[in-house]
């Protein structure tokens, strides 16, 4: 956990939907608790229908949770409602993964960025077109480019408008789904140094949702691993790819192919098998316990406790206590992600 | 290039004609692959990889007229010029496919059973209950869970993994001796991926497959490919041997993608190393060297004139400029 009070805190949050079958739900995001302190890169990470974007939604309002609170700069969010709710909300801005589905085709990239102007009460055309500047340099577009339509611009022209576009309502903090998968491979590194730019010069926290482990290591200094619809490991993030801690972490990051053929050459079969198991009705105590290759009777008891292993690091497991010292003996190798 | 390979490409180039524009996605491509090996065709999005093995097959999307220059023999057969009719006997039977997307690339109306049966009636003149027999070994064969419940599910009752499995039991369903598999795994997680991969590599082994492998994940290359061909705009910058070409690349653009990957020594909160510019926009074949804008070693000779595939000592054939004269050859390695 950070030392300083958290700007936006996220505390037992649970969103369900209706099933298709009658009278049955799916609970995307069960009971999960994580935070970001001011200016703080967090990453989340997990498999494609493990919850982390239904959480990203839920924190912004295009999901409305069942329970729990999202408290952002110490107001507790769901005790707002109209204006107080979307003047305060304001402040969290989200990024949408596919950068050809979020920008109106119909809008030039100037129109698109001035309806954001708009909604914080800025009227003057002046004043618009100085604005769009400086948001189009801070993303690093020329200004000419107010005067074209998204059909013009390339993926990666596009991920830095949504940006610009984000900016534009001055936000604390950015929830960013995906946003540089949809990209190409060497588009990929300029789009995520911009992130990382705008975090230094304007101090905007992130929550960095994604499914590339390397990429998020790299990126954040704190992350989150989620299952199921649950966090089963946080931790900062050098300490938490050198030593996951948890059975799934440690698949996870082994299951990442090496660019290095000698060191593929002698990979061993993947340790974990199957897929992620359906939300509708999760596996009783561990939802992780159907693929764990270390399952044990209690698994399916009881869910397991958060082990706290160092004052950042905490994995939800029976026997993260004993992976975690097994992690400090041997000398952990991590494979080279690509 | 030996003389017996399966597949073996030379000189082809792909136009393409549509309602409004005329594109050459492929421009004088050479490479080969033998039986039981692997070649992967690396490169972004528009670097012509999907039309360079597609369009031969016939598989375009309608309303594009794909015109073939050159020559692409598969066995004894040339497929350039090759009749539609003709070409059908091929696809699905000697030539196996895999597609990105399974959801898209399977018949959401009909069962998976019967899909993978249709192959063996076609192809192997198999009546209808020996092909739904075969379809259950191959579900077998493909290690997918359950394979009698799985014969009468729909695509849509599946998830993303087990519909690669079934798009992969009908790829091997007509005992293909090539399988061509465009970005197999880029849909999947990484803990499935991995599984796939290690699906593919012990069915290459048992059939005696070779493989074409569609991707842009260096990961994915490593682990499988024996022989690698890098794309940019339509044409092959290096081709070569899976190591030589990923452990000491020579052509700039091949150097900066695999420098552009995270390394775990990077310090979290480190800048990303990645190419400046962006990807080249198909058109009109260009005279020089279309990475010449983005490259770190660019001379005036890249804007004029093409760049040849030279082949060095070490068996890689890069096709620069710079690199492959001997002044520079030290820089293109730093």
């Known amino acids: 956990m950070p030392d300083v009070a958290p700007l936006l805190s996220i505390q037992n ?62 107001v507790d969010l769901s005790t707002l409602s109209g204006r107080a709710l979307r003047q305060k909300r304001r402040a969290i801005q989200y990024v949408f993964q596919d950068p050809y589905a979020s920008l109106n085709d119909r809008q030039t990239i100037g129109e698109t960025i001035a309806e954001a102007l708009i909604i914080i009460g800025i009227n003057d055309k002046a004043e618009h077109a100085r604005l769009i500047h400086t948001l189009l340099d801070q993303v690093g577009l020329p200004a000419s480019l107010a005067e074209r339509y998204p059909r013009e611009l390339s993926g990666g022209q596009r991920q830095r408008v949504a940006i610009a576009r ?33 975090h230094k010069e304007l101090n905007v926290a992130c929550l960095f949702i994604a499914h590339d482990l390397a990429l998020v290591r790299q990126a954040t200094s704190r992350t989150y691993v989620m299952y199921l619809g649950r966090i089963i490991e946080e931790g900062r993030s050098d300490e938490l790819y050198a030593r996951p801690s948890h059975p799934y972490t440690q ?70 206590g004993d992976i975690y010292q097994k992690n400090k003996a041997a000398d952990h190798v991590e494979p080279v992600p690509a | 290039m030996s003389a017996n390979s399966l597949l073996q490409a030379k000189d082809l180039s792909i136009d393409l004609f549509t309602a409004r524009a005329a ?33 031969p097959l016939g598989l375009m999307p309608t309303g594009v007229v794909a015109d073939l ?58 009546t209808a209950s020996q092909a739904e027999n075969r379809a259950l070994e191959l579900l077998k064969v493909v290690r997918m869970s359950d394979p009698e419940a799985r014969l009468r599910q729909y695509p849509h009752e599946l998830s993303g993994g087990l519909r690669q499995r079934a798009m992969i039991a009908i790829a091997i369903a ?52 024996s022989k690698v061909a890098v794309m940019y705009a339509g044409r092959v910058v290096e081709y070569g041997g899976v190591e030589q070409v990923l452990l000491a690349p020579r052509h700039p653009y091949t150097g900066g993608l695999i420098a552009a990957l995270p390394r775990p020594e990077d310090a979290p909160g480190s800048l990303f190393r990645g190419l400046p510019g962006a990807p080249p926009i198909l058109g009109a074949p260009q005279p020089g060297c279309p990475f010449a804008p983005r490259c770190p070693l660019v001379e005036e000779i890249c804007s004029e004139l093409r760049p040849p595939l030279v082949t060095a000592s070490s068996g890689t054939a890069a096709a620069c400029h710079v690199v492959n004269d001997v002044r520079y050859r030290e820089v293109a390695h730093a």
């Open chain 2, 174 to 225: 007509g005992e293909p001796k090539l399988l061509i598999a465009d970005e197999p795994t880029t849909a999947l997680d990484v803990t499935v991926q991995a599984q796939i991969i290690a699906l593919l590599k012990d069915l290459q082994r048992r059939l005696h497959m070779a493989i074409v492998l569609i991707t842009h994940d260096m990961g994915v290359v490593a682990s499988i490919a």
């Open chain 1, 251 to 320: 698949a996870l990051l082994a299951s990442i192919p090496s660019a290095d053929p000698r060191i593929e050459a002698n990979r061993p079969p993947p340790s974990i098998f199957g897929e992620i198991p359906s939300p509708t009705n999760p596996p009783s105590g561990c939802r992780f316990r159907t693929r764990c290759p270390q399952a044990m009777e209690i698994c399916a008891a009881t869910p397991p406790e958060a082990v706290r292993l160092t004052p950042s690091h905490s994995a939800r497991c029976v026997i993260a």
């Open chain 1, 166 to 198: 984000s900016l534009a309502v001055e936000p604390r903090v950015l929830i960013c789904d995906e946003p540089v998968s949809a990209l190409d491979l060497s588009i990929r590194a300029q789009v995520m140094n911009l992130f990382l730019k705008l």
């Open chain 2, 23 to 55: 594109l050459r996605p492929v421009d004088r491509v050479s490479y080969s692959v033998d039986a039981g090996e692997t070649l992967a065709i690396v490169g972004e999005s528009g670097s012509g990889k999907t039309v360079l093995n597609f369009a």
């Open chain 2, 69 to 126: 220059h050159g020559s692409l023999r598969f066995g004894g057969t040339e497929l350039v010029g090759l009749s539609a009719k003709a070409l059908r006997n091929f696809r699905g039977g000697q030539i196996g496919t895999i597609f990105q997307d399974p959801m898209s690339a399977l018949n959401p109306a009909m069962r998976i059973g019967r899909q993978i049966a249709e192959v063996g009636e076609l192809h192997l003149g198999l």
């Open chain 1, 13 to 74: 949050l649970v969103t369900r939907f209706k099933s298709v079958e009658r009278g049955k739900w799916i609970t995307a995001v069960d009971d999960v608790s994580i935070s970001l302190a001011p200016g703080e890169m967090v990453g989340l990470v997990g498999e494609s229908g493990c919850g982390k974007s239904t959480l990203g939604r839920s924190i912004v309002g295009l999901e409305k949770p069942q329970s729990g609170s999202v408290i952002y700069d110490g």
